[in-house]
């Protein structure tokens, strides 16, 4: 009975996850109440109840949100730096400067300026402070109505960026360099690893959707689809270096989605403008449709960038939610449900890390195809 | 809604990164590693081209084979057959030629016989009348002593004479 050993050695070794995982949440919201208790104490009088109560969506959406200091653990930050373009030039300061406050509470003066941190977004800080002691102009929203100077921060975000830049470039030019030591020879390690990829892309995306010219969209299409599915998955990566939310930010995926639209735009053949401006219809149709397809050379982009930014986001709020159902119900149990959620939902995000890649990759390739397309 | 709206700092540097890595990973790995595979594939291509046609020649060659050995084993069928045949004609030749050579000797070995048969049957006639010569010139002189009895004979004689 071999297989019943192998049984009895997964069994053991999921425990032993489940267990570390348990362990880990049992840990930390202890912590947090001894936390919360000193608060308590320190602050009894002076906070409403419903002021400590956890905020579950505030909870997902400042996890998700780009930050300008990350955050490794416990009360440790990693200071990032701020840049600035104000009205009298650049400004640049570390943004541990703000000692972590958020709420515009804390006036900075760099440069001749004044600046304050709402909601990871730096404001022109005001005059003086309002009622809830914030140098900011605030509607009902609690959005501020300060100005904003320009903001080329390196901010989480930028440096997963950078980050991922270099691991894929350490990555790909191993695995080229592979090819010229191994000129001839069956790939080997890395490279062996990543050339099934590299044929998937080129055989399964670029040939059936490009046709023959496809090898002058390779570049474009390795790079996006690696450069996708290596966030997705650094984005799953729950401390340093990954951590960050970079394919689930808008302005990533609206900067991948533009360079789609530049090269359907500049590859377009005389086809595609006459199917735009004058497709094989009655005159009077031309009042609908022309404008409908106008419409319709950005609506392919915007849904390029809305899917990737809606699906990475989608699923780590969900994780988040899951994890932060402990804190909302304040009770170590719920984790026994949580925590085996959020472990699955992480396994499918795995998936989805592929997926996403491989979807914008494809669409891309088809976009740039119906684009490209010789009608005879 | 604060998540839909793209910050303009992040949209530079993704644009100046991403452009810059395409660029890079286009020189110095997309290009070799592209070139490399396809390279390979070609090769690979030939390679069992190659593999084909070797494959066709050997049943080409295999077929030769099987042919010339046909033809070589029917060519060795009829150097046996003809050499049977040159055999059984020899033979039979021999036999024939025997035969008649035998036949020839018979007939000399006949004729010879004949011959000395005829010779001894002269030999042998001459002996007889000379025999019967002498015994008849021998009984002559005892009869012709006495007169009578030479009356007699010659009385029989004549009567054989006339018997004749």
Known sequence: MDCSHVFDFKVNRLTVVFALFLAFFFVTPVLYAQEDT???????????EAEKKFNLGKFALHHIADS???HVIGDTYIGLPVMLYTNTGLVVFNSNDFHHDDEAKLVVEKGGQRFVKLHEKI????????EHGQYVEVDENHHSLNKRPLDFSITKNV???????????????????????RKGLSPKGLQSWMEPIILFVRDDIAKP??????????????????????NNMLGLIPFLPGGANLTGNIAVTVVLASITLILILVNGNKYYWKHIFA???PWWLY???VPVEIIGIFTKPIALAIRLFANITAGHILVLALIGLIFVFNSVYVSFVSVPFALFIGAIELLVAFIQAFIFTILSALFIGMAIEEHH | MELLVPEIGLVVFQTIAFLLLMFILAKFAWKPVLAAIKEREQTIDEALNKAELAKQEMVRLAAQNEESMKEARAERDLILKEAKNLKDTIVNEAR???????AKLIEKAKIEIENQKKAALAELKNQVSSLSLDIAERVLRSQLADQAKQQDLVAALLKDVELN
Request: glycine residues 4%.
């Open chain 1, 123 to 130: 404001y022109y800080a005001s005059e003086a402070a309002n």
């Open chain 1, 209 to 230: 959707n490009l046709g023959h010219k496809y090898e002058r969209f390779m570049p474009y299409l390795l790079t996006v689809f690696f450069f996708i599915w290596f």
């Open chain 1, 159 to 181: 440096c997963t960026l950078f980050i991922s830049v270099l691991v894929i470039l350490a990555v790909f030019l191993k695995v080229a360099n592979g090819y010229k030591v």
């Open chain 1, 68 to 70: 300008h200091s990350w």
């Open chain 1, 287 to 289: 009042i609908v449709l």
């Open chain 2, 96 to 102: 024939v030629q025997a035969q008649t050579e035998g």
């Open chain 1, 279 to 281: 497709p094989d219809v």
């Open chain 1, 38 to 48: 000193s608060n308590v104490t320190a602050t009894a009088h002076a906070e409403p």
